[in-house]
């Protein structure tokens, strides 16, 4: 193939075309992101449950939709199958002591069964014709402008939260165990507390994927957790390359939001190459892969053996 | 203030690593007592601690704290009780926070986390004093996260930690062993200025000598998991280290030459 051609046929407008949508999108998985960065970055807990919890939040809220439910009023009883989710995968963790990735695999592994039961097979469509949705790819624009109201009030809850008495010790649990303890913290009850709110945030973001495709999906979630990652390891790496030290708990939070976005804007710039869509998973577990290794190499350049040998001999030369 | 009525435990039952760590202690203390306990390598000392400080349930006897029996009370309930410092200064702070936010944290032992704002402004101000105390400049730089302080910082912040909300019982375990001479002396004068200040009933552990002869009222001497030695008042104060070894051989039966090793 001629590669001159190939970049010919290329259309930047198509490209341009594309990111109100997937700024929509990614703002949806941002909610999500913000939900993994709870568990992953405050709690230091791997929790798998979201692959799983995420499609129970849209399943959840089509099914009660379409059950003649108000969509707001859907979306909030998603939130409560979400926290159930958390709720179990951190009783396991608690009080039967499984240790937490595999806490959150069996409580995934389970959702699959309860969420075909919920969509009573494998997935089920909600036409925005018909109901009222709160976000529809219909109409992008107004989507986004809701998706960012909801992200903001999102962020501000969580940031008032994580301030208080009781989400301090919540991060105090994941920063030291031993220490939290020790001033009189029932880490117990921290860790599933914070599983709880994190997957009602996963099953929030599911709730408006859901009506923003137009369907929920038993796959819908498949990977939201890599997606998650992806989407809080890029907005740190950009926050912190952004403003430094100056990054404060409000910063980083959006920056998680952000992090979902960008991270669209990368599928969509491979969509938009026409590269095989079968590698979308492929290239999702490169791009975090890649934002995983950059402040490890960065710090390795500035510190290291072979970087010191390297110095050593133009010292002696 | 604190009872221990026959504290056994044994770690590993039943399988060949069995250990009797306590053989039944019984053991009273006094308000205001500063007892230093020293004792080999697994004597039982810190496992004596762990076991008041309630890390894990006794297999037999009880524990009580001003009257109220804390055996059955898991760590986190005791903690209303009880401050405590680490031999390892990583292990007494969250590093990811701030050093306000650690001292919050400690200002609510035993209280009940609720929604409201986990600092005030009036604590702010009491922590930059109380920081003042510890000579170390760290109440200039009260949101540094306190993973960039040295050990002997951390150590210090720690001590600050465990009895800014006045503790029944402070707990010391060998806070001074992983610093510096220099580091663990300044720690340990903080340590005596601040259990002389509050009046605080004290346990410190420690495997130097002479720092378990000058400090507090009371000594203690563990060995196989049993208070072979204890010593207080009058008898203390005239105590030496050649003393202590003497003393040691006699109870343990051991020749005073591993004494010193076991010692110091």
Not at chain 1, 20 to 38: D, E, K, R
Not at chain 2, 2 to 7: A, G, P, S
Not at chain 2, 55 to 82: C, F, M, Q
Not at chain 2, 144 to 159: E, H, I
Request: hydrophobic share 50%.
């Amino acid at each position: 193939m001629n590669v001159l051609a190939y970049f010919a046929s290329l259309d930047p407008m198509n490209f341009m075309g594309a990111i109100p949508g997937n700024v929509a999108q990614g703002l949806i998985w941002g909610i999500m992101a913000l939900g993994v960065f709870i568990t992953f970055r405050l709690l230091d807990f791997p929790d798998l449950t979201v692959d799983g919890s995420l499609a129970t939040g849209g399943a959840v809220t089509v099914v009660l939709i379409l059950a003649g439910i108000p969509s707001p009023l859907a979306i909030a009883v998603a939130v409560l199958a979400g926290v159930l989710a958390g709720l179990v995968t951190g009783l396991l963790h608690t009080a039967l002591g499984i240790p937490g990735i595999l806490a959150g695999i069996l409580t995934q592994i389970s959702l699959w069964s309860i969420n075909l039961i919920i969509l009573d097979g494998a997935n089920k469509a909600v036409n925005v014709d018909k109901y009222s949705l709160i976000v529809s790819l219909r109409n992008v624009t107004e989507s986004i402008i809701m998706v960012l109201i909801f992200a903001g009030i999102i962020i501000s809850i969580l940031y008032w939260y994580f301030g208080t008495e009781q989400g301090s010790a919540i991060r105090a649990t994941g920063c030291n165990p031993n220490m939290s303890k020790a001033q009189g913290i029932n880490i117990d009850n921290m860790k599933v507390l914070a599983l709880c709110i994190s997957n009602g945030l996963v099953a929030l973001s599911g709730g408006l994927m859901a009506q923003y495709q137009g369907f929920a999906d038993i796959k819908m979630g498949q990977g939201a957790i890599v997606i998650g990652l992806a989407a809080v390891i890029i907005g740190d790496v950009l926050g912190e390359a952004i403003f430094r030290k100056g990054m404060n708990f409000s910063i980083r939070l959006t920056f998680v939001v952000f992090g979902g976005i960008i991270y669209y804007l990368v599928i969509g710039l491979v969509m938009w190459l026409r590269m095989p869509t079968n590698m979308l998973k492929f290239l999702t577990a490169v791009i975090v892969a890649i934002f995983l290794a950059v402040p490890y190499l960065r710090e390795k350049r500035k510190n290291s053996f072979a970087t010191k040998s390297k110095r050593e001999g133009q010292k002696n030369a | 203030m604190l009872d221990l009525y026959n504290v056994k435990k044994t770690f590993n039952l039943g399988t060949i690593n069995e250990k009797q760590a306590l053989s039944g202690i019984d053991f009273y203390l006094k308000e205001g007592d500063f007892v230093t306990v020293i004792g080999g390598n697994g004597a039982g000392k810190s496992t004596m601690l762990n076991a008041i400080a309630g890390v894990w349930p006794i297999d037999e006897g009880s524990i009580s704290i001003e009257g109220v029996n804390v055996t059955a009370l898991p760590e986190h309930k005791r903690a209303k009780y009880i401050g405590r410092v680490f031999q390892d200064p990583m292990m007494g702070t969250a590093a990811d926070m701030g050093i306000e936010e650690n001292l919050a944290l400690a200002i609510r032992r035993g209280k009940s986390r609720t929604l409201r704002w986990g600092i005030t402004k009036e604590e702010r101000e009491r922590f930059h004093e109380d920081l003042k105390i510890l000579g170390l400049g760290l109440e200039d730089r009260m949101t540094s996260k306190v993973g960039l302080l040295s050990g002997g910082q951390r150590q210090a912040l720690t001590l600050l930690m465990a009895t800014i909300q006045k503790p029944k019982l402070l707990l010391l375990d060998e806070h001074t062993a992983a610093l510096d001479p220099k580091t663990a002396a300044n720690v340990l004068e903080l340590s005596d200025k601040i259990v002389a200040e509050h009046n605080l009933t004290t346990m410190m552990i420690t495997h130097n000598m002479s720092d378990a002869i000058h400090h507090g009222n009371r000594i203690i001497m563990m060995n196989q998991g049993k208070i072979i030695l204890d010593i207080s008042g009058e008898e203390k104060k005239k105590l030496t280290k050649a003393d202590l070894l003497q003393k040691f051989s006699e109870v343990a039966g051991v020749s005073e030459e591993t004494d010193e090793i076991l010692l110091s």
